[in-house]
Every structure is written in C-alpha cells, then in structure tokens.
C-alpha cells in the first residue's frame, strides 16, 4: 500500500535539521511508549484490539534535500515495513509512505490498511506542527 501527498512548510532549515534525524521521526510516532537508540516500544490500536508492538529504524539517511527511512514493527499478528521518502522541494514536503504488513489474524486485513493511512497522516502532521512550530 502506497500513500503519498506534500504539505506546506515555513522554514527550509528547521526542515532540513528535523529530517535530519532519525529521532525526530520516533518522537513522531503515534502511540510510542520506550525508546533505545533505533528501537522503539508502541502501543497500538487496530479496530477493536490494543496491541503492544516494538520497532526498530533499520535505515535512515538524509541527503541534500531528501530521507529515506525503514522502519520495522512486529505485534502480535500484525508484522509491517514502512519504507518512505520525505523531500524538501521550495516551501513543501514531499512524502511517499509504502506499507507492506503480514497480517495473521483472519479479517483484520482492512483495518490494519486503515490504521496505516491515519499512522501516516499523524506522522505527516507531527512532522509539519514539528517544522513550523521551531
């Protein structure tokens, strides 16, 4: 599953320094409860169930004007990786988020589509509230 899409920003440095850095993008994840250099601990919700997942940045890198992250999570059920791309182009960010996730629980597999879309709004918020806010 693919998303992708451009929000507006107000300072080109501030952005440069935010993605910069793999720990801004942590701070950025919703739910996040524990953090160890690249791993993370996080407490999920998909539909109906709360579930605690732990992660890990297996990739990040910032060049020029661009990140490139990986990122892992594995819950119960639920195992996913998160490859996306974040550019500065003028007074935007660009962002393209690919998703693929082993879902093992029968039914869920929607829902866990859903969660992903608002996963990625929420980061894309942060990150944006994060850049303009300094």
Request: proline letters at 1%; aromatic letters at 6%; one cysteine or more.
């Amino acid at each position: 599953m693919k998303i992708s899409g451009e929000v507006d920003i107000k300072n080109v440095d501030r952005a440069e320094k935010f993605l910069s850095s793999y720990e801004n993008l942590i701070n950025c994840l919703p739910g996040v409860t524990e953090v160890k250099g690249r791993e993370f601990s996080a407490k999920v919700k998909i539909g109906f169930l709360s579930l605690e997942a732990k992660g890990e940045v297996k990739f990040y890198d910032f060049k020029g004007n661009m990140s490139t992250s990986i990122i892992e999570v594995k819950g119960v059920g639920v195992n996913s990786t998160i490859t996306s791309k974040v550019k500065i182009v003028g007074n935007k960010l660009l962002y393209e988020v690919d998703y693929e996730a082993q879902v093992n629980i029968k039914g869920l597999e929607k829902i866990v589509e859903k969660q992903a879309n608002k996963i990625s709004e929420e980061i894309i918020t942060c990150t944006k509230q994060r850049i303009n806010e300094g």
